[in-house]
């Protein structure tokens, strides 16, 4: 390795040497560097960093290895009647066939990102997706409706998996997608992009699970245009540090964008939900709801942020909602929600609660014959419920999945 | 059936903790309906929520025993399958969770509690069809999460319906007239007359005799500063309504 690219980052743990071995070890490109200098500038974020406190990379990554007892974790998110990508540390395969409206393309070299500044993980994931066997990135540009649902999945032992996946929905295109992060990888870092042109609709579930030695940064960029319509639904159960972040921008008027998502942390997992939405049109309109169950020794964090600029985010309607549930003493939940509002004639609303389970309903369920586990059980999957429900088809597959984590 | 010797408790924590029931005495034979009347703090609900268990209250002293079993030092929920159940003064709301699919995990974790088999879809289905029928409850009002945005009677009478389903062998029947009008005060008597039974005892608390006019008690007790005061036949009850606790307690005491 050149002495130029150790210094890139400022005291470099092992993971951080490593990531600049794997940068070095891939063809030179010159937007690829652009990305991996706006990770190396700051390195694996960590506590000192705004908006990392509570998620510290550089302290859960110190190595990049493959994580003791990493195996094959079966993806809960039905791959029949869908087409699958799926990205592992060492491969790549995709649909053979593509039906009318889904153009792919498996490029080599890595693409311009222009917010790599703001999202390091993702400006991580840029840069070093690609390789022998796997995309730079992988451009989907859809035009249809009734097409049938893309599905990406992230899954296989390994080392690390990078993958950059940019979806553009040209203007009236309705799409839905599903991500399942099945863990596998001691370091998975991926950066999805989503484009959504006048009129366009897309419904995106994320469904993450993964081990108490892995690490998961799931970065998404959504930008809207004129009367878009974006929906997302997100399913985390953490990992030794998980955090999935989407950045949303309003860009025309009109625009809709539902954002709700559920964490639920076992001892040992730790799930980030981090979003920031930017109002940067007028009359566009953000509903989110985030909901989160923790156990002693898991944590959960949530961090959410709406922008609305003064000339631009008139007329704005957003409302921002995280309730949390800590279930045993030892569980830990840090909230920040904020609202940062220029514009004078708007309604934003936001509310953060946090709490354990409601003793009069425990015990009235209690006395009615159900044991103390199962009303527990019963309450926080009603709870959580409200945030999955706009994940259509695969609605009650993530309710299986959180009442399974639930009766463990 | 339900037998209570010498019952002690209190309510709240450590140094906090405050003695409401005192040396408590009272036993309702199998078959029979027993009412607990009594002035505002004498401590009836503390009762209620001592004998099923809720967390926070203390039993220091005394006994209680459903047929012969000690239940004080059960589970709530064990002693609910032993056949306890207590109609709340205020029903709790319980958002996300259907009333059918309430009362049947309830009714199957009885049963596994009790080593009974489950009870099966259709079963349940047409039993829950004709309780409903008979206290006038809506089908579709099953399908509602169990008592959100029901109406004080709808919640009482959801009370009767799941003790009907659950056919608990001692009733505690907590204030079940507040809130009623007359014509819901009918509908739930008529469940809870339909409930009585040479195997089954009922504890009905009330403040006042209106509603032993339709569950027509065995024996009236009144309670007053935590243990019963004075003991009757249903006569008692008219007189309290005559006379006032004042009048009968004075002459009790």
Known sequence: MSTALRDLIANPNAAELELVARYAMLPEDARRERAFEAFAKGGLPHRRIEGWHWSDFKAALQVIETPAGAGAMEDPLPADGALVFAFTPTGFTWPEDLPEGIRVLAKPEAQAFGASEDMPLGALAAALAGGKSKPGTLMIEVTGQDLPRLHFRFSGAGEANFARVQIFLRPGAQLTTSESYLGGAGFTASLMEFSLQKGAALSRTVYQRAGTAEVLAATASVQLDEGADYTQTVLAFGGKLARLETRLTHQETGAKATMNAAYLCAAGHHADLATEVRHGAVACVTRQLTKGAVLAGGRGVYQGKFFVPRNVGQKTDADMQHNALLLEEGAEVFAKPELEIYADDVECAHGNTSGALDANQMFYMRQRGIAEEEARALLTEAFIAEALEEAGELEEILREQARAWLAR | ?253
Do not use: C, W
Not at chain 2, 152 to 170: A, C, D, N, T, V
Not at chain 2, 181 to 208: C, F, Q, W
């Open chain 2, 1 to 253: 059936m339900l037998k209570i010797e010498n019952l002690t408790a209190t309510v709240g924590e450590a140094e906090e903790a405050k003695q409401i029931i005192n040396g408590l005495t009272l036993e309702v034979p199998a078959g029979e309906v027993h009412a607990i009347m009594g002035p505002n703090g004498a401590g009836k609900s503390t009762l209620s929520y001592v004998l099923t268990g809720r967390s926070g209250y203390e039993v220091t002293g005394g006994s209680a025993t459903l047929n012969g079993e000690n239940i004080l030092e059960m589970e709530p929920e064990e002693r609910a399958a032993k056949g306890m159940f207590l109609s709340f003064q205020y029903p709790v709301e319980i958002p996300g969770v259907p009333v059918m699919t309430f009362v049947r995990t309830a009714m199957n974790s009885q049963r596994k509690l009790r080593g009974e088999d489950e009870i099966s879809a259709p079963d349940f289905i047409k039993k829950s069809r004709e309780i409903a029928k008979q206290l006038k409850l809506d089908a579709e009002m099953l399908k509602r999460p169990v008592n959100v945005g029901f109406s004080g009677g709808e919640k009482k009478r959801l009370e009767i319906y799941q003790m009907m389903m659950l056919e608990p062998k001692f009733l505690i029947l907590d204030e079940t007239d507040s809130g009623l009008d007359i014509d819901a005060l009918k509908t739930v008597a008529e469940g809870v007359n339909a409930m009585r039974s040479p195997e089954r005892g009922m504890l009905v608390i009330t403040h006042y005799q209106r509603l032993l006019d339709y569950i027509k008690p065995d024996k009236v007790h009144v309670m007053a500063a935590g243990r019963i005061v004075k003991t009757g036949g249903p006569d008692l009850a008219h007189r309290l309504e005559a006379e006032g606790y004042e009048g009968v307690l004075g002459e009790a005491v």
